[in-house]
């Protein structure tokens, strides 16, 4: 969540509370917050463009790995802001098409700039200079989300909530489902979605938040049982001061000091972008890799392989509160055959045993249907909303994660070691 901003439960009933979750996004007013703006044009070359701000494509080895793995077959659900298909780094690369019905309404719109640019990082070409994708082989399929920036009555009548995206997604082919949004407020109706998607094999990655100096709150979809929570560190290795931390951390990845989409007209990019969301997206991306090389693996065996090639210098079997089982690493499976795949039905964060698809009877299809859950803290039945402004607003839901400018990272790696086996899944 942006910084000078929180998400307050309403005093009203279920439907207001739904406004309290916050979707905290960069949004037209970039210039303005950064100050000097440092805006690059989509067409600049890459040696001197955006390209070069993406550290961690030499760090990971991408020119290495590509030539094994691009994430080819492999499509990546993003449940953000929207998805601009027309970008020069994603021209064939989003599935618009494939998103029908209410989910599918404006899912290549972007208003906020933030979707496109989760897309990009996970999957973008890098044509024009443009965001080079992690898995530029893997294809993009795209829901717009119910947000808090979205002040168009028509528009957010006919714009779905993050729970029915996450149902139509775990409906979709798409094998993995990206989600850079969250709120401190649990949601039943987006915790039984995302059960569903759960037991419909799916793999979910979900932003950590940004709050972690404010009150360190846990955020939810990330929390969420079947979620893996995704946190941010930069390029010294060190997590970022705004990154939240908790038992809920799973992975960690790159978040820090990266460009991104600085206006809704898609003419230019903004550097020292800063958030989970970044994090999340390449976690996705780098899953996508794996997946593609491994076409036969299920969720369980990917997230596995993850975790077993994770960065670390604590234990593996006491994650870290701040870096979870440790820094996404696909080049160690890629280019140097390490990570076993392990049990096909078995989670690999609980070793308990994973539920046969569609078994569990309230695993109910996407589209409006929703299951009730137990959730821990179901303060809020979560809505989405996209942002620009860090002004509070009380409307729609969900947080879209991202911090502007540029973030200190002085947490140190490590962190309090939490449970073996957590219960976030149980």
Known sequence: MKSGTSCRETSTARAARRAANRLCVVGAAFAAVLGAGVGLAPGVAAADGVQSR????????????????????????????GVNAKTASLKGQVLGDEVTG?????????????????????????????????????????????????????????????????????????????????????DPELRAAVKYAYSKGKLLFAAAGNEAKKKNPVEYPAAYPGVVGVASLDESGQVGEFSQHGDYIDLSAPGLDLPY???????????????????????????????????DWTANQVLRVLIDTAARDWPKNTPSNYLGYGVVRPSQNLLDGKGKPGAADVDPITNEKTEAVGSNSDTTPSASASASSQAPKDSSDGDTSAAGSEAESSSDSSTLWIVLGVVAAVIVLGGGGMAVLRARRN
């Not at 779905?160 to 979709?172: E, F, G, L």
């Not at 972008?273 to 890799?289: D, I, K």
Request: glycine share 10%; aromatic share 10%; hydrophobic share 40%.
């Open 54 to 81: 993406q550290w961690y494509l030499d760090d990971m080895r991408s020119e290495q790995m590509w030539k094994v793995s691009t994430g080819k077959g492999v499509k990546v659900a993003v449940i953000d802001s």
């Open 261 to 295: 989409w600085c206006d809704t007209t898609f003419r230019s990019y903004c550097n020292s972008g800063a958030g989970t969301s970044f994090s999340s997206a390449y976690a996705s991306a780098a899953a996508a890799l794996i997946w593609s090389a491994h076409p």
């Open 102 to 186: 209410d989910v599918g309404y404006h899912a290549t719109q972007d208003y906020a700039g933030h979707g496109t640019t989760i897309a990009e990082m996970i999957a973008g070409t890098g044509a024009g200079g443009g965001i080079q994708g992690i898995a530029p082989g893997a294809k993009i399929v795209p829901y717009r989300i119910l947000l808090d920036e979205l002040k168009d009555k028509a528009e957010r009548k006919l714009t779905p909530p993050d729970y029915k995206a996450v149902r139509a997604a775990a409906d979709s082919d798409a094998k993995i489902i990206n989600m850079s949004f969250g709120s401190e407020y649990s």
